[in-house]
């Protein structure tokens, strides 16, 4: 597979800021890449800069073949960008901004009906034509704007956080269409921090104070997860918690109503062993199981493995003065 | 770079519709003009008239009651009131009752006639110098009547209504300077704030990322401004040729010419303040920061004569100066536009200075 994006230490600063450091990033043609964070980890600085809006500070990219910013301008014509915030105009009707991004794409005249009606039943708006942008609801804005980003059927479409205001119903037909896109062979890079959402994605990278905390396929991350989950259930869930963080090995504990995530390094060999140990004096009542990760757990292990590295960084440096 | 005329009719397309679509916009497009004009032309006078006046007339001879009817002819002042003494007449003026007293001695015609001393008296508020001008321009009165022989009272009248004819002259010049004055206001704020609306609602990072190039943005932002600008000169024209009489001696192709001229070097400005400002707010200052020493310098408000040297050089830098000499040249003393080369060459050189700053500083790009 070809790849539609490659960038190689793309870095950007703002002031003693590192939104985006050092990211490399490779994003298969027809797929859809997701770009996984937490706000403030630097997805739409990365998207940005992808896109020609901001320049670099530092490292490269090649988007559809073309060196970006330097060739921005004829990538333009290539690309969608669909803005975080809903970027058409709120006093236009649905039909006058589509009518207004086809003539600013320079459609040709005689396909302009065509393509706009064609976009109208695919994206359900045909009972809106004539309504006004900022009067409709949040899936309605969202599927107008989708549809006037691809309405010059650009080979590459980014989409910066798309669903934030849009209901679970309205979420799952967006994504119907952006895998009908794909089949039509777009490549979609899209940013969220959903996980359901990060989950439909073919490829993600997961983003964590603008740098790359894993990247592979939902599936293969959820394999390769580099921490051991075990699942307690407990009457107490708070102060179980609170025994579970004090347990060797464990790094992460996060509560799912009574049940509890427990993640931990993988350098403990019986882990199981281990937590229904600690338990058994403080939490009794408890139950323990192993389990297989989500991608919430990949994305925790991601962010906080990092973290923890750091911070036994300089203990495994010192290795004289542990006894 | 090629540009479109097609991506330029729909931005230029859009743009109307938007403005059709913001009542108070629109509203103030119109209002705008209308209002000042009203204002400026009605209120702002400086011929002082009406001032109210009190009489304190001693000598009660057909000489003194024929001055204070020639003054009050003048319509300079309106008498309001009559009192005996000189005194009476002070605490009419402290009371805030008049602004002039005139005093006339039981012994006026003796004085004229012997002209060894002032006839008369004129008590004048100085604390407006306003009024102290306009009363001394007034005291000239009984001086020429010291040395008038035959028919005093016609030949009295006669030099006070030369003297106070400039009424109509006012609102004369005012209307082809308010021409300039609403259009700097409107124009500048205008198009500064349509791109930053722009910014501000996030449509430009949009825009940007489509194959719109910068000039293509700008023209198709700015050509409907040019014509609300063409509205609003219209506007102005005919208010002032309704409500104030005002002439048009030169020819309406040159004013047109002037104006579109004019509004071509606002709106460049108005761009460039549009690539610095951040938000609505900002463009709004810097505006205003604009705005203010164009009124005072220009020469609307005040003679361009009158002025420091470094004020002056200041003022050849603004636009409405050069317009102001143009529009009243062309309406009041009805040259031509060709004759008033060095103002069009200045506006012309302005705005094709502001439009490259404008291109240089909009760089489509977020950094």
């Known amino acids: 597979m070809a790849a539609a994006i490659e960038t190689h230490d793309l870095t950007r600063r703002f002031g003693t800021l590192t939104a985006v450091d050092h990211l490399n990033l490779s994003v298969p043609e027809a797929s859809i890449y997701g770009l996984l964070g937490p706000n403030g980890s630097g997805k739409s600085t990365a998207i940005r800069m992808l896109c020609g809006l901001l320049t670099p500070s530092e490292g490269t990219a090649s988007v559809l073949g073309l060196s970006v910013p330097d060739q921005a301008e004829a990538l333009r014509r290539k690309i969608g960008y669909m803005t975080q915030r809903f970027s058409l105009y709120e006093d236009l009707t649905v039909l006058e901004n589509l009518s207004f991004m086809a003539e600013i794409q320079s459609l040709p005249r005689r396909e302009r009906k065509g393509r706009i009606d064609s976009l109208l039943q695919v994206f359900d708006l045909g009972k809106q034509i004539r309504q006004r942008a900022g009067t409709m609801s949040g899936g309605q804005r969202q599927r107008l704007a989708l549809a006037a980003a691809t309405i010059h059927r650009p080979q590459l479409l980014f989409l910066d956080e798309p669903t934030s205001a849009v209901d679970p119903q309205s979420r799952r037909d967006f994504w119907e269409t952006l895998f009908n896109l794909v089949d039509q062979g777009t490549t979609i890079v899209v940013s969220t921090h959903y996980m359901d959402e990060a989950e439909r994605c073919h490829f993600l990278a997961i983003l964590d104070r603008g740098m790359v905390a894993a990247q592979g396929a939902p599936r293969t991350l959820q394999e390769d997860i580099d921490a051991t989950i075990v699942e307690v259930e407990a009457e107490q869930p708070n102060r179980t918690r609170k025994a579970l963080l004090a347990v060797d090995g464990v790094f992460s504990v996060t509560q799912l109503g009574v049940r509890l995530r427990v993640l931990m390094n993988k350098s403990v060999t019986t882990p199981l062993v281990h937590v229904q140990s600690a338990l058994k004096s403080r939490s009794p009542d408890a139950r323990a199981r192993l389990t297989t990760a989500t991608l919430e757990d990949v994305f925790v292990a991601a962010t906080q493995g990092r973290y923890r590295k750091q911070q036994r960084g300089p203990k495994q440096a010192t290795p004289g003065a542990r006894p | ?367």
């Open chain 2, 1 to 367: 770079m090629i540009i479109s005329a097609t991506r330029i009719l729909a931005i230029f397309r859009k743009e109307l519709k938007q403005l059709t679509r913001d009542r108070l916009t629109f509203g103030m497009i119109i209002g705008i003009p209308m209002l000042q004009m009203i204002l400026f032309g009605y209120a702002i006078n400086t011929d002082v008239r009406h001032l109210h006046a009190a009489v304190a007339d001693q000598a009660q001879t057909q000489l003194s009651r024929a001055m204070i009817q020639d003054a009050q002819a003048s319509q300079v002042l309106d008498i309001v009131a009559e009192r005996a003494t000189a005194e009476e007449l002070e605490q009419l003026m402290r009371d805030g009752i008049v602004s002039i007293g005139i005093f006339i001695p039981h012994d006026f015609e003796r004085r004229l006639q012997q002209g060894d001393r002032v006839a008369a008296q004129l008590l004048v508020d100085g604390s407006d110098p306003v009024i102290l001008g306009a009363a001394q321009q007034l005291a000239r009165m009984p001086v020429r009547l010291d040395t008038a022989t035959g028919p005093v009272a016609t030949k009295a009248t006669f030099e006070v209504r030369a003297f106070y004819n400039p009424e109509r002259r006012s609102a004369v010049n005012i209307v082809p300077g308010l021409i300039g004055v609403i259009l700097t206001m409107t124009m500048v704020l205008f198009t500064a704030v349509a791109i930053v609306r722009e910014r501000e609602r996030g449509n430009l990072e949009m825009l940007i990322t489509t194959p719109v190039s910068t000039p293509e943005l700008m023209i198709g932002k700015v050509l409907p401004y040019i014509l609300i600008g063409l509205i609003q000169v219209t506007i102005i024209l005919g208010l002032g040729a309704l409500l104030f009489q005002v002439p048009v001696n030169g020819s309406l192709v040159d004013i047109y010419l002037a104006s579109l001229l004019f509004i071509g070097a606002n709106l460049t400005l108005g761009l460039v303040i549009s690539a610095v400002a951040k938000n609505q707010f900002q463009a709004m200052q810097m505006t205003f920061f604009f705005f203010l020493p164009s009124i005072l310098l220009s020469g609307f408000m005040f003679p361009f004569e009158g002025m420091p040297l470094v004020a002056r050089y200041i003022a050849e830098i603004l636009p409405l100066t050069h317009f102001l000499r143009l529009i009243r040249g062309i309406m009041l003393r009805g040259a031509e536009i060709a004759a008033l080369a060095p103002e069009v060459l200045a506006l012309l050189a302005f705005m094709v200075l502001t439009m490259l700053i404008a291109i240089l500083k909009f760089r489509k790009s977020l950094d």
